[in-house]
């Protein structure tokens, strides 16, 4: 048990910017510190630290509470064992006094897991450093990969011995149960209590969690003719501390890395990640041979949304470099890719070259996953019509995959000129990908997003009237109008906008309305508006043209005649043109400016409206707030009336005279 002194001198230690920032990317503002929610999904940040108070509160989620709270929410800690992390992070000796039997008892089965495995890790380091066997076996292995003491010694590495059950009698003896190591994974039971060590004859290697606690182990096996009935790396199963898909090797030792260069470079194995440490780069992490997973890459961007991929050059680390891409182009982080050379693996990559020589290969050799992906796939199809057709329509599912428009345009317009097709064509064919995303996003998210955010702001009758009043129902429609007209009389007219690059890209209408809503999340409020938006989206993936003839014969009766009620002859006019001033149909491609500019005014608008209703949430939620809350809230709105200003100075108006950019 944890003495009250030693409590009292943790928590006196704990500086919380430090304890969250080991998790979360903090931005300063003012005497406190902001960031993304690591609770829940967000775009906007909530997430406020405050030095002073010694606390953290996520206006989104609710999540609230100190350091101590903080590493139990986010690694799922004990009370206890959240100490026990702080007090190592802060160089604290604890001296616990020993727990009775009965306390030992109350011990939870994580506890004793987390207790278990590291209870394992020491007897494999002592196997191999202490031992014959694991001398002349595993140390030798480990000193033919050329793997310096200090490099052992970091990544804690280690040895099993070859006899059946040395480990499991081992932690028998010390008072481990059958069933806990059972459960660990670390031992194999069969009938009539035959013991099996699962990684004996193994050199180990130890996976941590983003704390540094040890939950897993891989073994390579060192047995030249196991290999013919043995796998060479065996890795424990899923238990109770440990989930494949979410650990990424090397990450605790990676982290500050990571930080510190805004990249993390992502390779497959074990000895990939050390032998780069032991060259000098840090920021590296490993997938450990499985595919990469959604909560893999989220670990990472807690610490940076920049992912270089390096594999090996041959077959299967090409195909195991594409299997990750498009589940991290969907986490909206910037994907590169590297091969190495086909004689190389990043391993003796690493070994074989100097720090300044393997960055320097890397830089010069990155390229941005979708040359990369065509290149490779455009190899394999070759003349092939019909599976050059399946490439493209493969990369334009990938490319529709990202969300900033300004980039995505510019996939465009690369991937047209590598397949050597005209751009609209690729275009098209993005844009189909792109609408049934959007509105398979849309599905799920209706269902849950009006629930969620009351619950989680905890909304009173107050704060629901101050959220109505906000934006009457009458300019909610005349802006929601203005919206459809756009979208039902010219969604499929090219604009074009230049990027940051100064170069012009074009886009149709209706793309260009689909990509901002759904980037910000925009809802239309109008249940008629709403329910013809999804219906444009299902019909103009489908057909190229003619979208709204399409969607007035699929129609029902009552959007037949909202369709009929929009459709108009001419491009609303700006605020620079007469009343009389009109475009005819067979001219509006001249006119691309107008409705590019009319577009952005509308989603301005929708976007200040989403604005002014959060920000009139968090001012009434300052009525009931505690003195803690109230600085919070108080930043919060302050950032909120800033993005107010900056929406306003571009619509060249305020809220209160918005009729005339809506009409």
Do not use: W
């Not at 606690?213 to 065996?234: L, P």
């Not at 955010?453 to 129902?473: C, F, G, N, W, Y």
């Amino acid at each position: 048990m944890i003495k009250p002194d030693d409590i009292e001198r943790i928590v006196d230690a704990c500086r919380i910017e430090e304890v969250v920032g080991d998790f979360v990317r903090l931005t300063k503002r003012g005497a406190n510190y902001i960031g993304l929610c690591p609770f829940h999904n967000e775009k906007t940040p909530s997430f406020i630290v405050s030095p002073a108070k010694g606390i953290y509160k996520c206006f989104g989620c609710g999540k609230a509470g100190d350091a101590v709270n903080f590493v139990m929410e986010h690694e799922h800690y004990s009370y206890p064992e959240a100490l026990r992390y702080l007090a190592r992070k802060y160089g604290i000796v604890l001296v616990e006094t020993q727990p009775t039997a009965e306390q030992k008892k109350e011990y939870d089965e994580k506890e004793q897991l987390y207790k278990l495995h590291e209870y394992a890790k020491d007897f494999f380091i002592d196997q191999l450093l202490h031992t014959p066997e694991g001398k002349n076996v595993g140390l030798a292995y480990f000193r033919q990969r050329s793997f310096t003491d200090n490099t052992i010694a970091k990544f804690q590495l280690g040895y099993s011995p070859q006899g059946r059950d040395a480990f499991t009698q081992s932690a028998l003896h010390k008072g481990y149960s059958a069933k806990e190591l059972e459960k660990s994974g670390l031992t194999i039971i069969k009938d009539n209590n035959y013991f099996l060590d699962r990684f004996r004859e193994r050199v180990i290697f130890p996976v941590h969690n983003f704390s540094g606690r040890v939950i897993a182990f891989g073994g390579r096996v060192m047995s030249a003719g196991k290999t013919d009935y043995a796998a060479k790396y065996v890795n424990s199963p899923e238990t109770d501390i440990y989930h494949k898909s979410n650990v990424l090797y090397g990450i605790y030792l990676s982290k500050n890395a990571i930080k510190k260069f805004d990249k993390c470079y992502l390779v497959e194995g074990y000895t990939d990640v050390i032998s780069f440490h032991q060259t000098g780069i840090e920021n590296v992490v490993a997938s450990s041979g499985t595919s990469l997973t959604v909560e893999q890459i989220r670990l990472i961007k807690k610490l940076t949304n920049n992912i270089t991929i390096i594999y090996d050059g041959d077959n299967a680390g090409i195909k195991a470099a594409l299997r990750g891409i498009s589940l991290a182009l969907k986490q909206d982080v910037n994907v590169r890719v590297v091969l190495l050379p086909p004689e190389d693996d990043p391993d003796s990559f690493a070994r074989n070259h100097t720090m300044e020589e393997c960055v320097a290969y890397i830089e010069e050799h990155e390229c941005d996953f979708i040359t990369f992906k065509a290149k490779i796939l455009l190899a394999d199809a070759k003349t092939d019509p019909i599976k050059r057709a399946e490439v493209i329509n493969t990369i334009a599912g990938d490319v529709a995959l990202v969300n900033d428009v300004i980039v995505r345009s510019e996939y465009v317009h690369q991937c047209s000129d590598l397949f050597s097709i005209p751009e609209e064509s690729f275009a098209d064919a993005v844009r189909k990908k792109y609408y049934k995303i959007v509105s398979e996003q849309r599905a799920k998210q209706e269902e849950t997003n009006a629930a969620e955010a009351e619950q989680a702001l905890d909304l009173s009758d107050t704060v629901k009237r101050h959220t109505q009043s906000i934006m009457p129902r009458n300019k909610a429609q005349v802006a929601e109008k203005a919206l459809m007209k756009l979208l039902i009389n010219h969604g499929e007219s090219l604009v074009f906008f230049n990027t940051e690059q100064d170069e012009p890209c074009g886009i149709r209408l209706d793309q260009f309305i689909y990509n901002n809503m759904a980037e910000d999340a925009i809802e239309l409020s109008v249940p008629e508006y709403a329910e013809l938006y999804d219906l444009y989206a299902k019909y103009a993936e489908q057909c190229d043209d003619n979208v709204v003839k399409s969607m007035c014969n699929g129609a029902s009766e009552k959007l037949r005649a909202t369709i009929m009620e929009l459709l108009e002859v001419q491009v609303p006019k700006t605020s620079e043109e007469g009343a009389d001033s009109t475009i005819k149909e067979n001219g509006v491609e001249d006119y691309s400016g107008v409705l590019l500019e009319n577009a952005v005014r509308i989603l301005q608008f929708l976007r200040l409206t989403r604005l002014l209703s959060r920000r009139s949430l968090f001012k009434a939620k300052l009525q009931n707030a505690s003195e803690e809350e109230t600085d919070v809230l108080l930043i919060l709105i302050q950032e909120l009336t800033q993005k107010i200003a900056e929406i306003e100075a571009i619509l060249g108006t305020t809220y209160r005279n918005n009729s005339e950019y809506i009409c």
